[in-house]
């Protein structure tokens, strides 16, 4: 007995928007399948240059990180080898990723920046602590010109020089 379609339901259900590591994610996922292995019904191995793949894609390296630690959180793929500079990895593919809201969070997570810089206000305090701290060692000096310590220093050194030059040339004449 076939079921009569719902006609308030959709053919196809509405895509949500992914974030560029998931709609990355899934483009890898499928380029890895497409290469794979097939060792059984459902496992699939993918041997290759994982950033040879990238570069095919068009997929910026700068997401290489971000999505495969996606793709392994969300279980879809295990790297049973990790490749090298002359070897490639053996990544076995689990399932397809799909973007659904239990794996916003480690969307989320991939996709944070290891460092996260500094607030504009804390910012501000730090370089206001900072130019305290040049104020008091300046203090420190006692009135010290840096620039016409060196200016003196360089006219002593020079003095010496035509000392040293006047006495080698005394000594030559002898």
Not at 17 to 29: E, G, R, Y
Request: glycine share 6%; hydrophobic share 35%.
């Amino acid at each position: 007995m076939s079921e009569n379609p719902d006609p308030n339901q959709l053919s196809m259900p509405l895509e949500r928007p992914t974030t560029p590591v998931v709609k990355n994610a899934i483009a890898l996922w499928d380029a890895m399948k497409d290469r794979a292995d097939q060792r059984d019904e459902d496992v699939f191995i993918y041997h290759g240059k994982v950033t040879e793949l990238f570069r095919e894609l068009g997929i910026p390296t700068m997401y290489y990180s971000a999505i495969r630690r996606f793709l392994v959180h969300c279980g879809c793929i295990e790297m049973v080898k990790r490749g090298a500079r002359g070897t490639g990895s053996e990544v076995r593919l689990l399932h397809r990723p799909v973007p659904e809201d239990s794996t916003a969070e480690i969307v989320k997570i991939a996709s944070e920046r290891l460092t996260v810089g500094p607030e504009s206000a804390t910012l501000s305090v730090e370089f206001e602590r900072r130019i305290r701290r040049l104020e008091k060692w300046r203090e420190t000096l006692g009135g010290l010109n840096i620039a016409e310590a060196f200016r003196n220093q360089e006219m002593r050194i020079a003095d010496l020089q035509t000392q040293v030059a006047e006495l080698s040339s005394k000594t030559q004449d002898k």
